[in-house]
């Protein structure tokens, strides 16, 4: 029945609609009013917010368009839903009418929401005026506020004014906009061909003749921007702070998230060198490869099909058609331009864009988002790409990729960016737009909303369901745009457009980055992307910027204004004001002949007295006749602060200063200076002493007044002092009873004392040539600096009675004013400062060395010509020297003369006023401008501090006194911003004024940088991040690239005391001292590569003395050139015994030694027998049958029984050499420990924290949570986080005690001697709480019991089983909890032991104490009964022990005289005496007097004792100082440090070691991904000569071995001996060939899980079909070198020989590159597997045989190619690419060129030999003499990076399982070595890893073996290895080699071939004849045989798995 489905449908429809409308209305309408609210109320989840449907597009629903729009059958409401919402929502129910706004024309359905959203109200009341629901204005509404109501809307009269003013003006410009966007819209999807009336909606045929979902064009449009309503980032920061998500309490986001864990690194390793534009792309934009139709469409062919009404059938003809159309425009188009960007020079792109007609930005702009929406692109089918396109580069077989397609626009745009200057604007504005939109929430950059998911359009939604961020195309493009412009920097600003730029400043873009990382609004990927646009928009400026500003004063407002007062102080022109510090109070004096005294506050002030001037007391004179300017009065407080001077012609004025009548004096002739002494007399001076006031006057006379009291003063001319007609300029006094200074008109000065002496008195100096203008005495009195009318202050002092000129410190121009700093020198070296201003503006900062006599010294030099016109602020390099006098600072902030300078008291800032009344505050911590303040008209006259309130100013054309309120505090608020804006000055970057987000961000970085550290530090030091975030990296190379790190990383303390330790209760180091370590890292990396000074935080610890001209060739970098760094580095790893400290250990050892323990000591040995291995031991570790040795350098060995895996060997094989521990190396090892009994256990303490643990895991004694046994050192990852300082191992359990005084206990749990107050076993160690009050130093566990002992050694307690009273508590009951010893309190424990069943305590006074088995405690038979209570061993009473050391049964003990006494069990001669008899009493072992013994060890049955002296304990977290000893000579290969002498190499190695420690703690900061690294500025300084890979040979290994070791470790799979199985065809059947082994693994193996590889050994297990071996290890090795077999001959194509090879010239003939035309996707699938190989030989440590070209390695390292690199591989085509470069050179012009050059287009020669284009397209372009610069240029970069693509996909692979960034550290070499191990099979180290079975290593069989196997050359014993291990390699390093190589006699036949076993490493030999026979039989075997085969019973086994058919493999 048609009606009532029709309703049904209708209904359907209806309420869906309603409900989506309903939805879409609520929404809007919150969003409108949070916007206007602005703040953002948590969203409802349900809520479909951010549907960003821009205006509502209302369509009008009847009956007729009802049916047509859900015609058939509809799926589910669902889908109509999924068709509408997405697109325009439509109105239902009540279908209202559509209204006309009467303000902007618009037709709109909901009126009211059109109304509240694009006209808002004023919020006053709306005079009752407002709007009907149908849009008519009315009059007499209930009141309220304009812009509220429902469904009317009131809005008031002047607002409706104010809208349609703006609707007239609006009309003229939309005209115009809406012509451009109707020539876009041309390019628009066919949909919008065919008029949107005549579609009617076909259930079955969608896409042919439904309704086109056009939401990513109208919606997410980026060229329609609406101006009014957006916020354009220039706003007041405080307005923009609620949209971006900010308040007052969160002042920054949230730190930036990790997405998950990355313990490898491997979601940075992915970004490889590519061109940066792409791998921008490629990080934000992944996403956006969108596959259509993805999700079950009905194909095109199965629609048409479902037409059958004509009608339609046409309409989608022609749709389709149109379609087509379009699509092959754009294609043509895209294809066209991407020819054009790869191709040609940027100037052939220009004419190419215009001829394309695609000079409009907004054109390609638009293309682009049709790019990224995947609506336009290159053609998708790989047929109808030319070969040609195949092989290029840039664009490869997946050409669809709407990358790529937008990298071609993107670099379309760039260049119509750079050429005109008005697409640049608009790209500028377009990109700020969609940032400030992006960070304010207001378009939807991400889709992660649930409810939004489901309504995406189809293609996108498979994307969304992978709970991926999907981003927006549009913002895909915005991203796009801005990494090209953050790229091109200052560049696209033409000159031109001078004042535009000006008007918004370079920082346009800057500030909307900045507000996207401040936006809370954003993902963390976005904040993430942001921060690194950011930093490269900055490094671009600074690397265009040539100029250096001319000032740094902040005229144009960047900086936060500090608030002013304003004194009016007097009637006419203020002269001068002076401080009374004694009294607080300023004194001002006017030319209205008053002075003014005043009280000054922070926030106020008072007048407190005016002193009115007296000419003399007869004459009456008016006051009026005084303001004559050319009589300045001069004024000066005394020192009291009770009297006020002053001067005027011929009188002296002395005011009281609390009123009372003035005094007056008349002079004989006019006054020209006044002093009253600085300082009071040495006595402290009552209440009426007096107070002298010295008059200088114009003849040269000088007069004293002597004030009494106030109306009683003295007058006497000191007549002694007079000079004749000589005006006398200025006096400086500096206290009573000292000498005063007086300087006169003529440059002179004398020195003289207010009382006549006989001889002597006076002293007159010559000074300088013209007029003193001001002198100062220094804050101590000793130093008098003069000043004079010319370039040179100088510095004059008393020596030895004689006055001298210390220093001349001569400027670049006339000096102007002095100051003094008021603080005196402190700390050890004491310096004074002082500040000079220049007439040219310069003011200059100085430190000077307080005591004369230092200075005496270097007193003649005088400094010329120090100043550098360039230098801004900052000297250039450190400091200039004249003598010890330092310019430090160098201030810019005048372009007029400065005419005062002034100090705060604190001595942080610095004040200087010049002409134009222009005053610069400075800050003196880092040179930068704090302030700039415009006082008024005319110059600065004075600048005086006012402690606590700032700066007060006069100026002369001014009648007030500024009072700038610049608090310390105020200071220390707005430093941050001060800092960076003068950094960013110097790098050219103006406008931070126009620039509000980022300012607010830059003030903000500290805080960012301090939460977002700690937010990661936690995750990258427990390794669950192997480094730090990019946005982490990009806000510290910020904050280093804006000189932050200096203000934050050093204490707030004025500069001439920066060498005084800082005041540790107003400064914590420590806040910022991961910042400081990371600066002082990237800049001594920068000295290093550019051969530079170190910076000054660069100081070298333990630096043994060196004379000073040795020091500072040490320390300059420019000496130490060609190598000679990496060849001490490169000397110090090769050969460190050269290096090795104190000579050798003597160690001797003694006992039992059948497991080998003893080493080649012997097996049975009953005295102390010298063994010479252990000859480097630092500790030697007697353990369960096993010995370790701990060397100098950290590296653990260890030797003896191996059951159990407790020689952390991997295996449980006896050992009986020493040999390295392979699982800890890379780490220093400070401690060990180990069990004597039980199954045997050990654990390691590392200097950077780490515990480890292995052997026997029963009762979860490792700490590892189960009780699994470890056979390699595991860390204990339960311990993170404590910083744990000493261990001990018992029999069962375990213990550590921690630095902060904890304990804790893991184990077994019987007897309670985990002190738990229980029995029970505890699997991961468990803190002591019973001891929680204690500071707990030292634990000792032993068979059942345990001791501890307090920090400071007065407690000792005792826990565990009782028996014999070996818990000391007078009986024998077990305890489960800690019991007090009494007897052991209080006397001064040092260290406590426990054995079997005794223990044994030793006392700081050198007494030893036992207790417990009465047999074994050291005590005569009569004491022993009181067992179970410490006693004192009496034959030990009058000796002082040093040392104790307990083994399961038997004690030794240390003298101080180097004597051992033993005692206790002695069944194998454990005690060293020569014999086996138990021993009661301590006894001397004589055979180790005098052989100066300085450490014990005992184990269960065996005792060591050696001579390297202990190392003194170490505060947890301080590394071991690094010893080196001097090496004898300089090896021969080190050549060129032959002219340097041993002890300049030694401290030059300690500062590379320094500078690796720095690396080591710094390198997860640095940025080390080479795209990133175009060029060096500021911000990635240092980083670049790593990232170029000059730096890397001079770092230490440990710098890569520890963090490397470290995350393998962290993700190696546990518990498991090989990973999952793989099945391999060898033999070929029924005649068909097997594929390659390698492409078999390879398919098998990418498909895995990458974490199920990262195994110790065998990655996966391999099943040979019908081959009869079972893998052990062997196959796995077998398989492996045949694919590296296969790889190198050709069997798989991926390798190819180098060039050179095939030429037979040059280097690396043997050596292969990767295949650059293996680029389809299965190739490279190969690629990435090759790459899981090269991780699994890392991991594993069992090297390829594989030999690649240097340039590979190079590339696998992220080092860029240079052409020397490839000169190596192929020589003829460099020296063919270089004969055409310089062709002019034989003789060839334009005309005959193409006779000579056989090429005539843009084609090269590949790698492989093909010739292809060197540019896509590059068939076309021609050749010509004129380009062939060109042409050469663009061979060679297509040779450097044609196997970029590989070489990603390898390193992909490479990134499964090893922490692959960290290859930016490792050089070439190094990695090869890492990858392929030793290329030589050397002998000797097979002897060294020999075990011999059956057989004795003196057997004639062995010998001739070995004689065999010196006989074979390389390539033989290549083979042999294959034989006998199925390796063709052995690893570089010989502790890596996990197994050893066994020799093993067999009965077979006499001269029968030798047979092995390569699971094992076993070679099976049976007799033979003669040496030649054995060769000949050995020859033949290893050249013949090949298969792996077990015996036969497993052939029968195998065969009926051999399942699957033949073609899979």
């Avoid at 509404?141 to 509220?148: A, K, L, M, V």
């Avoid at 000066?636 to 009548?661: P, R």
């Avoid at 300089?1530 to 720095?1558: C, M, N, W």
Wanted: hydrophobic content about 35%; proline content about 5%; some cysteine.
């Amino acid at each position: 029945n048609a009606v009532t489905r029709r309703q049904k449908f209708d209904l359907a429809a209806r309420t869906l609609l309603a409900g989506a409308v309903g939805l879409y209305r609520s929404v809007q309408a919150h969003r409108n009013q949070s916007r206007r609210e602005g703040i953002t109320l948590q969203q409802d989840p349900g809520a479909l917010y951010d549907c960003n449907l821009d205006e509502e597009l209302e369509i009008d629903l009847d009956d007729e368009a009802m049916e047509a729009m859900f015609g058939q059958d509809l799926a589910s409401d669902n889908d109509i839903l999924g068709m509408w919402i997405p697109e325009h929502v439509c109105e239902s129910e009540d279908r209202e009418e559509m209204v006309v706004c009467e303000l902007c024309e618009a037709s709109v359905v909901s009126f009211n929401q059109h109304m509240k959203r694009n006209h808002p109200g004023c919020g006053r009341s709306a005079n009752r005026q407002g709007y009907r629901s149908n849009g008519s204005y009315v009059d007499g509404w209930f009141g309220g506020e304009c812009g509220s109501g429902n469904p009317y809307y009131l809005l008031c009269g002047s607002c409706r004014e104010k809208f349609l003013a703006l609707k007239s003006k609006t009309k003229a410009s939309t005209s115009e906009r809406c012509a451009v966007c109707e020539n876009i819209k041309k390019l628009r999807r066919p949909g919008d061909v065919i008029t949107r009336a005549a579609l009617r909606y076909k259930g079955q045929a969608p896409d042919l003749i439904g309704k086109q979902d056009s939401v990513y064009e109208e919606d997410w449009d980026m060229l329609d921007v609406d101006e009014d309503e957006k916020l354009t980032g220039e706003e007041e920061f405080e307005f923009l702070a609620g949209p971006l998500g900010l308040n007052d309490r969160r002042v920054v986001p949230e730190p930036v998230q990790f997405l998950d864990s990355d313990p490898l690194g491997a979601s940075v390793a992915m970004i490889t060198a590519t061109n940066s534009m792409e791998e921008t792309l490629m990080q934000i934009g992944c996403h956006g490869s969108i596959e259509r139709g993805s999700s079950g469409r009905i194909t095109l062919g199965e629609q048409a099909a479902a037409l059958l009404n004509p009608h339609d059938r046409v309409m989608a003809l022609r749709r389709v058609t149109a379609a087509t159309q379009v699509l092959l425009a754009r294609t043509m188009v895209m294809r066209a331009l991407s020819l054009l960007s790869v191709s040609g020079s940027s100037c052939s792109l220009a004419a190419g864009l215009e001829s394309l007609g695609l000079t409009d930005i907004r054109t390609l702009v638009r293309l682009m988002c049709l790019a990224a929406a995947g609506r336009a692109g290159l053609s998708t089918s790989p047929s109808s790409l030319s070969s040609s396109m195949e092989r290029s580069r840039g664009v490869h077989s997946k050409t669809s990729k709407p990358i790529s397609c937008l990298a071609y626009l993107s670099t379309a745009v760039g260049c119509l960016a750079s050429n005109t200057p008005s697409a640049a604007k608009l790209l500028v504005q377009l990109c700020t737009q969609n940032l400030i939109s992006a960070a304010t929430g207001v378009n939807l950059t991400t889709v992660d909303d649930p409810v939004q998911r489901k309504l995406l359009p189809n293609f996108l939604r498979g994307i969304a369901e992978e709970n991926k961020l999907v981003t927006s195309p549009s913002f895909v493009v915005t991203q796009a745009l801005v990494a090209l412009l953050a790229d091109k920097g200052a560049k696209l600003r033409p000159n031109s457009d001078k004042a535009e730029s000006e008007k918004r400043g370079p920082l346009e873009l800057a500030n909307a980055l900045a507000a996207c990382c401040l936006s809370s609004r954003l993902s963390s990927q976005h904040r993430q992307w942001a921060a690194q646009q950011l930093v490269r928009t900055l490094a671009a400026h600074d690397r265009d910027n040539q100029t250096s500003p001319q000032t740094f004063a902040d005229i144009s407002g960047d900086l936060r204004k500090c608030s002013f007062i304003k004194l009016e102080a007097h009637q006419n022109r203020v002269i001068t004001s002076v401080w009374c510090n004694k009294k607080a109070l300023l004194a001002t004096s006017g030319n209205d002949g008053t002075i003014r005294v005043w009280n000054v506050t922070k926030n106020q002030y008072s007048l407190l007295q005016t002193c009115v001037f007296n000419k003399d007391s007869c004459s009456e004179e008016t006051l009026s006749n005084l303001g004559s300017p050319s009589d300045p009065i001069t004024v000066c407080w005394s020192v009291s602060g009770k009297y006020l001077a002053g001067a005027f012609e011929k009188t002296v004025n002395i005011w009281q200063v609390n009123g009372g009548k003035g005094l007056l004096d008349i002079q004989p002739h006019w006054v020209s200076a006044l002093a009253w002494p600085e300082e009071g007399p040495a006595v402290t001076w009552t209440s009426d002493s007096l107070e002298r006031l010295l008059i200088g006057r114009m003849d040269g006379s000088l007069g004293l007044i002597e004030v009494v009291d106030a109306s009683t003063m003295h007058h006497r001319e000191l007549e002694h002092c007079y000079r004749k007609e000589v005006a006398v300029t200025c006096i400086a006094w500096f206290s009573e009873d000292r000498q005063f200074a007086v300087g006169y008109t003529d440059g002179k000065l004398i020195i003289g004392t207010t009382e006549p002496l006989e001889k002597g008195g006076i002293v007159l100096i010559d000074a300088h040539k013209d007029i003193l203008v001001s002198m100062k005495w220094d804050p101590t009195g000793q130093i008098l600096m003069t000043c004079a009318k010319e370039e040179t202050v100088k510095l004059w002092a008393s020596i030895a009675g004689c006055w001298r000129c210390l220093y001349s410190l001569s400027h670049p121009s006339v000096v102007n004013g002095v100051a003094w700093c008021s603080l005196p020198g402190k700390g050890t070296s004491l310096q004074l400062m002082l500040a000079t201003g220049c007439q040219n503006g310069l003011v200059c900062v100085w430190t000077i060395p307080q005591d004369a006599m230092t200075m005496l010294h270097s007193s003649s030099s005088s400094l010329e010509g120090w100043w550098d016109p360039e230098s801004n602020g900052k000297m250039k390099e450190g400091c200039l020297y004249a003598g010890e006098a330092k310019c430090i600072y160098q201030l810019r902030g005048h372009m007029t003369p400065v005419r005062t300078v002034a100090f705060s008291s604190d001595g942080l800032a610095l004040v200087s006023g010049g002409l134009g009344g222009l005053m610069n505050i400075w800050s003196l911590r880092d040179g930068s401008v704090l302030q700039t303040v415009v006082t008024g008209s005319g110059a600065v006259q004075t600048t005086i501090w006012i402690p606590d309130v700032g700066v007060a100013a006069c100026s002369s054309r001014s009648k007030d006194v500024l009072v700038v309120n610049c608090t310390s505090e105020w200071i220390s608020s707005s430093h941050i911003l001060a800092t960076c804006r003068t950094a960013l000055k110097q790098q050219g970057v103006l406008g931070l004024n126009m620039a509000p987000c980022m300012r607010a961000f830059l003030e903000r970085l500290p805080i960012m940088l301090q939460e977002q550290y700690a937010y990661e530090k936690p995750h990258v030091v427990c390794g669950d991040q192997l480094v730090h975030s990019a946005y982490m990296q990009c806000l510290a190379s910020l904050a280093v690239g804006l000189n932050l790190d200096q203000l934050l990383s050093n204490p707030p303390v004025p500069p001439h005391h920066k060498l005084c330790p800082p005041d540790p209760s107003n400064w914590n180091p420590s806040e910022w001292a991961w910042l400081e370590c990371f600066s002082t890292t990237i800049k001594a990396a920068e000295a290093l590569a550019k051969g530079a000074q170190f910076p000054d935080s660069f100081s070298v610890p333990d630096l043994e003395p060196v004379p000073e001209d040795e020091l500072r060739f040490l320390m300059d970098n420019s000496k130490w050139i060609n190598g000679m760094d990496e060849q001490i580095m490169s000397w110090a790893t090769s050969r460190p015994e050269d290096w090795h400290l104190g000579g050798k250990c003597d160690v001797y050892l003694w006992g039992a030694g059948r497991h080998g323990q003893l080493a080649e000591a012997g097996r049975n040995v009953m005295v102390p027998t010298a063994a010479p291995s252990f000859s480097q031991a630092q500790q030697v570790i007697c353990g369960q049958n096993c010995t370790f040795v701990i060397q100098a350098n950290g590296t653990v060995l260890a030797c003896g029984e191996g059951s159990y895996g407790r020689l952390g060997q991997g295996n449980s094989d006896d050992l009986h050499v020493l040999t390295v521990i392979s699982a800890l190396q890379g780490f220093v090892v400070t401690q060990l420990v180990t069990s004597c009994g039980s199954d045997g256990h050990s654990m390691a303490l590392t200097e950077s924290g780490e515990v480890f643990s292995w052997g026997d895991g029963d009762y979860g004694k490792l700490g590892h949570g189960n009780s699994d046994r470890q056979r390699r050192p595991r860390q204990i990852e339960a311990l993170q986080g404590e910083e744990v300082v000493q261990m001990s191992c018992g029999f069962k359990h375990s213990a550590v005690v921690t630095a902060d005084g904890k304990l804790f206990t893991f184990g077994n749990g019987d007897y309670g001697r985990l002190g738990l107050g229980n029995t029970s076993n505890k699997k991961l160690p468990e803190r002591v709480t019973t001891l929680e009050g204690y500071q707990i130093g030292q634990v000792a566990c032993g068979l059942n019991h345990t001791l501890a002992v307090s920090t400071d050694g007065s407690m000792v307690w005792a826990f565990g089983d009782g028996d014999y009273g070996k818990l000391g508590l007078g009986n024998s009951t077990a305890k489960s909890s800690p019991q007090k010893v009494d007897i052991l309190c209080g006397i001064g424990i040092k260290k406590v032991a426990c054995g079997t069943q005794f223990s044994v305590a030793l006392t700081k006074d050198g007494h030893v104490y036992t207790f417990g088995q009465d047999r074994l405690i050291g005590l005569p038979e009569g004491r022993a009964r009181n067992h179970n209570r410490p006693q004192q061993v009496p034959v030990l009473s009058g000796i002082f022990i040093e040392d104790i050391a307990v083994g399961a049964e038997h004690t030794l003990a240390l003298s101080s005289a180097g004597d051992v006494y033993a005692w206790g069990s002695n069944s194998e001669g454990q005690l060293g005496l020569g014999h086996t008899n138990h021993v009661r009493e301590p006894t001397l072992t004589t055979v180790l007097q005098g052989k100066n013994i300085r450490q014990i060890s005992a184990g269960r049955c065996h005792s060591a004792a050696w001579t390297a002296p202990p190392v003194p304990p170490r505060a947890p977290g301080v590394s071991v100082p690094l010893q080196l000893g001097l090496p004898d000579m300089i090896p021969p290969q080190y050549g060129s440090l032959k002219e340097v002498s041993a002890h300049t190499v030694r401290a030059r190695l300690r500062l590379l070691y320094h500078f690796s420690d720095l690396m080591y703690s710094s390198w997860r900061l640095l940025n080390l991904s080479p795209n990133n690294q175009n060029s060096t500025s500021h911000y990635n300084a240092g980083t670049w000569g790593i990232v170029q890979g000059q730096l890397r040979p001079l770092l230490a290994p440990r710098v890569y071995t520890l963090p490397m070791v470290r995350s393998i470790g962290k993700t190696m799979v546990q518990g498991k001996n090989y990973g999952p199985q793989i099945t391999v065809k060898r033999i070929s059947t029924r005649g068909r060939k097997c594929k390659p082994i390698f492409v078999q693994i390879a398919r098998q193996v990418v498909k895995l899980n990458a974490s199920d590889l990262r195994l110790p050994s065998r990655a996966w297990k391999v099943k040979l079909v019908g081959e009869g071996a079972d893998d052990a290890g062997g196959v796995f090795d077998d398989t492996i070198t045949e694919m590296c077999q296969e790889l190198e001959t050709g069997v798989v194509d991926m390798l190819i020989p180098s060039p050179n090879a095939t030429a037979e010239v040059g280097y690396n003939r043997d050596r292969f590159l990767f295949n650059p035309s293996s680029c389809l996707e299965e190739h490279l699938m190969q690629f990435k597997f090759l790459g899981i190989l090269m991780g699994v030989a890392i991991r594993t440590k069992k090297p390829l045989d594989l030999h690649l070209a240097p340039m590979v390695w190079k590339q696998l390292c992220c080092i860029p190619l240079i052409l020397e690199d490839l000169e190596e591989v192929d020589l003829l085509y460099v020296q063919t690419l270089n004969s055409i470069l310089h062709i002019e050179d034989s003789g060839i012009t334009e005309e005959n060129f193409h006779e000579m050059i056989p090429i005539d287009s843009f084609v090269g020669q590949s790698a492989d030999g093909k010739m292809v284009p060197i540019i896509p397209g590059g068939n076309s372009i021609p050749l010509t003499f004129s380009n062939r610069k060109e042409y050469v240029e663009r061979a060679i970069e297509y040779r450097l990076h044609e196997m970029d693509r590989q070489v990603a996909a390898v390193r992909e692979g490479m990134s499964w399982i090893v922490p692959v960034p960290l290859l930016s550290l490792l050089t070439a070499k190094q990695l090869e070595q890492m990858v392929c191990g030793m290329p030589e099979i050397s002998v000797d180290v097979l002897k060294k890893v020999v075990r011999y079975r059956e057989v004795d290593e003196q057997h004639q069989l062995v010998q001739w073996f070995w004689q065999t196997l010196e006989e074979f050359s390389n390539e033989e014993r290549v083979l042999f290895m294959r034989f006998v291990s199925g390796r063709s390699r052995l690893p570089a390093n010989t502790a890596d080699i996990s197994q050893r190589f066994q020799i093993m006699k067999v009965d077979r036949p006499y001269d029968s071939l030798p047979t092995s076993q390569t699971c094992f490493f076993q070679l099976r030999l049976p007799p033979y004849s003669s040496q030649l026979i054995m060769a000949e039989r050995l020859r033949y075997a290893i050249n013949n045989c090949r298969s792996i085969d077990m015996d036969n019973y497993m052939l029968s086994r195998n065969v009926d798995n051999a399942e699957g058919s033949d073609t899979d493999y």
